[in-house]
């Protein structure tokens, strides 16, 4: 396909994405296909000649994909359905053939398993590392330098409960150096190691991921969501990522920098599966089979989801990486029910969530355009180190910012008790009794009053700094910024609405359900609805986000406020713009996916977008027996398409099939190197038989066993909403256009996606993959 523009595009080309542009075809040999020794190439049927078919016996890459190309799901689950009868088939002959069928069907709970405990050992692994890293920036232990800070201090005996976090143990870096922890110099002495340290991590993370595995980058799940509609991104899923990724995912959120790690987590479970993949050969050997959760999902494959998620449970709840022998990363445990008029200040922060999550993907998606067309995206070394400066000098002062962000939402979700040390539990406890089990309201102390100007000026912070951060060229996931944007948020105003109901119980909004002494309000409720909210807003996930607030904190009774918070924050932000943050992040790099939520009301036909135009050369097509080797190899060596359709003559222009590029390229340089006499004048054929051969030509070449018998096609008049919706549900790579059984053009995946682009008044040549 040329790029020169939508309307003036060359005819048929079947690739979805990247030309095949500057390759240099030599048909003599190839490198994919080995020598298999010499054969004939013809064979008699009752004297008939008959043709051997050269897909008898497999060849080496016939049926494979090219890197960036759409798979063919039509005849992946084709070729699916026919190894299934085979081994069905068979397992009635012998008692190995039943063997082999069995643990053909056990192979995928197998697979599921090695993937739950692969994927939960990561994760466990990421998350205590990234613990101590983080910890290692502020001291030291002196009984083991693997111990974090609050390991280091688990075993002594000279801590007290208000002060759990001091030890002699641990030694801050000023304690090392200079031998003091207090004055100016030990500040400034912790301050430039805290610096030093996010510096260099960021430094290691980055410089790896340009080194050794740049699809390492970001958080992943763009890209994953485009491999999982059907496209082939090679080496994103390998193992160099899944090793780079790992590794630079720990120093990336250790450096202290804006990001989380949640994204990152689901490319490196991907990364899992894939290459526990090749070691089933039902999976390896078919591209479909491995993405059997986007367009195609069976309930066979939920069980074995939930299967792998329980593996992956257990695998998480053995390691503890939490410390607190439970599964959720942030468990909260609520003292108070709310209350229905609570549902009010719950919409506020449903209000703010969409409005953030809308701010930040329009500034997220200007900054990494700005990124890709100027001179910033020549230095990513240079920006991360920038990025990671100016975060940590600007983050130190604060101690809500100095913090990692997991620490900081675990306090802002937590429920105040007597004994809690943290400034938000500072409270005037003058007139409670120390045997009550719910505090009631209280009036804030002075350093309640103190963290909120901190907390509302890490507020600020987190929202700026987030933007620029998230794209760079280190993993970086979103889920827990969001979540500490929108927690910051929901605490601000839960301490408000709490201090409002203490001064003024007797306002209406109060009055019946909120009495004096009473426990009324839980600011803690507030931060974990304020998350949600903002969550929903940059993600656009609704039930699922209400899901994943279940599995991090554990607080199923919560559900309405939640559901009321993300249905409110993901109305708002659609009002504004109707793409997430990923979905934001696909336009942006042009990759093919085609989302099933965009709605397609547009009134025009598939003779409209299909190729060739009215100004457009004719279209590229083989005949089924009236070409030579050498017209077939001109015909690929001149153009740049990746398939072309087979009818009956140039004539007549009758549909029979469909070949592929690659299958062709293979097939025709095997035949050479085994089948005696094939040469440029050889005739080919797409034929069940062929028509007798003059004594003096060349042996000819079958080559119907490579067609695709059954491509999908439907008649130019066809509405172009039922064809989109068709490329979506059925995921195909192409489509033929018909008017009366005569092929009339092609319509492919790119041409949809060009199509879509040009009705919303984007520019259609952004579709590619970039």
Aim: one cysteine or more.
């Amino acid at each position: 396909m040329d790029n020169t523009g939508y309307s003036n595009e060359s005819s048929t080309s079947d690739e979805d994405m990247v030309e095949i542009t500057g390759a240099t075809l030599d048909f003599s040999t190839t490198e994919d296909v080995p020598p298999l020794g010499d054969n004939t190439g013809m064979e008699e049927v009752d004297g008939v000649p008959k043709l051997m078919d050269l897909l008898d016996e497999p060849v080496p890459g016939v049926g494979t994909y090219e890197d960036f190309n759409t798979i063919d799901w039509v005849r992946e689950k084709s070729k699916d359905r026919d190894r299934h009868r085979e081994i069905t088939s068979k397992s009635k002959e012998s008692t190995w053939a039943l063997v082999k069928s069995v643990s053909d069907a056990f192979s995928g709970w197998l697979l599921m398993l090695l993937i739950g405990l692969m994927s939960g050992a990561l994760a466990g692994g990421i998350d205590i590392s990234a613990h101590w890293m983080t910890d290692l920036k502020e001291g030291v232990c002196l009984n083991g330098f693997w111990f974090n800070h609050e390991h280091c201090c688990w075993t002594s005996n000279e801590t007290t409960f208000q002060e759990r976090d001091k030890c002699p143990q641990w030694k801050s870096w000023a304690e090392l150096i200079i031998g003091t922890t207090e004055g100016p110099f030990a500040y400034i002495m912790n301050y430039l190691m805290y610096v030093c340290w996010a510096l260099l991590f960021s430094f290691l993370a980055v410089s790896l991921v340009r080194a050794f595995a740049p699809y390492a980058c970001g958080s992943g799940i763009p890209e994953i969501k485009t491999i999982l509609s059907g496209f082939i991104i090679r080496g994103y899923l390998g193992k160099w990522t899944l090793l780079i990724k790992t590794v630079t995912l720990v120093l990336a959120v250790s450096s202290g920098l804006s990001l989380g790690k949640e994204g990152p987590l689901v490319h490196v479970a991907c990364c899992c599966a894939n290459i526990l993949c090749h070691l089933f050969t039902k999976y390896r050997k078919n591209e479909a089979k491995r993405r059997e959760v986007s367009y195609y999902f069976p309930l066979k494959t939920l069980w074995r989801s939930f299967f792998a998620a329980l593996v992956a449970a257990f695998t998480l709840r053995s390691i503890n990486p939490f410390g607190n022998s439970r599964l959720v990363l942030f468990y909260v445990e609520f003292h108070t029910p709310w209350h229905l008029l609570e549902l009010i200040p719950f919409i506020l922060l449903g209000i703010f969530g969409g409005l953030w999550g809308a701010f930040f993907i329009r500034a997220n998606i200007a900054w990494c355009r700005r990124r890709k067309t100027t001179w910033l995206g020549r230095y990513p070394v240079l920006e991360v180190l920038v990025v990671t400066a100016v975060t940590a000098v600007v983050a130190f002062p604060n101690s809500y910012t100095r913090t990692s962000t997991s620490e900081l939402i675990s306090e802002l979700f937590n429920d105040c008790g007597l004994l809690d040390s943290s400034k938000l539990c500072n409270y005037d406890n003058a007139n409670v009794t120390k045997s009550s089990n719910e505090l009631p309201d209280r009036p804030a102390g002075a350093d309640v009053y103190t963290a909120m100007w901190q907390l509302s000026l890490a507020l600020v912070f987190k929202m700026l700094i987030t933007v620029v951060t998230f794209g760079m060229k280190v993993p970086s996931g979103l889920f827990i910024p969001s979540l500490a944007v929108g927690a910051i948020a929901g605490r601000l105003l839960g301490i408000g609405m709490e201090q409002l109901a203490y001064y003024h119980h007797d306002w209406v909004i109060f009055r019946g359900w909120c009495s004096p002494g009473a426990d009324c309000i839980t600011p803690g409720l507030y931060a974990m609805v304020g998350a949600a909210a903002c969550l929903g807003g940059v993600t656009r996930m609704t039930v699922s986000l209400v899901v994943i607030m279940f599995e991090l904190t554990g607080g199923l009774e919560y559900i309405v406020p939640l559901m009321a918070a993300a249905m409110t924050s993901k109305w708002v932000a659609d009002a504004i713009g109707r793409e997430s943050i990923y979905e934001a992040h696909i336009r942006l790099n042009g990759y093919p996916f085609l989302e099933a939520k965009e709605e397609f009301s547009h009134k025009t036909l598939a003779m409209d977008v299909m190729r060739p135009r009215r100004s457009d050369p004719p279209l590229s097509v083989l005949t089924q027996d009236g070409m030579t080797v050498g017209d077939v190899e001109s015909l690929i060596t001149d153009t740049t398409y990746s398939g072309f359709p087979v009818v009956v003559s140039h004539e007549s222009q009758r549909l029979v099939g469909f070949v592929l590029r690659r299958d062709l390229i293979i097939s025709i340089d095997n035949a050479r190197q085994r089948q005696d006499g094939i040469v440029s004048a050889s005739r080919i054929f797409f034929t069940e038989y062929t028509p007798p051969q003059p004594p003096s030509s060349p042996p000819p070449l079958k080559l119907r066993g490579i067609m695709d018998l059954s491509p999908f096609t439907v008649t130019d008049l066809t509405a172009m909403d039922i064809v989109v919706d068709i490329f979506r549900k059925l995921g195909l790579r192409q489509c033929l256009i018909t008017h009366n059984g005569r092929l009339l053009g092609i319509i492919t995946k790119k041409d949809i996606l060009k199509h879509v682009a040009q009705i919303a008044n984007r520019d259609p040549d952004s579709i590619l993959f970039n």
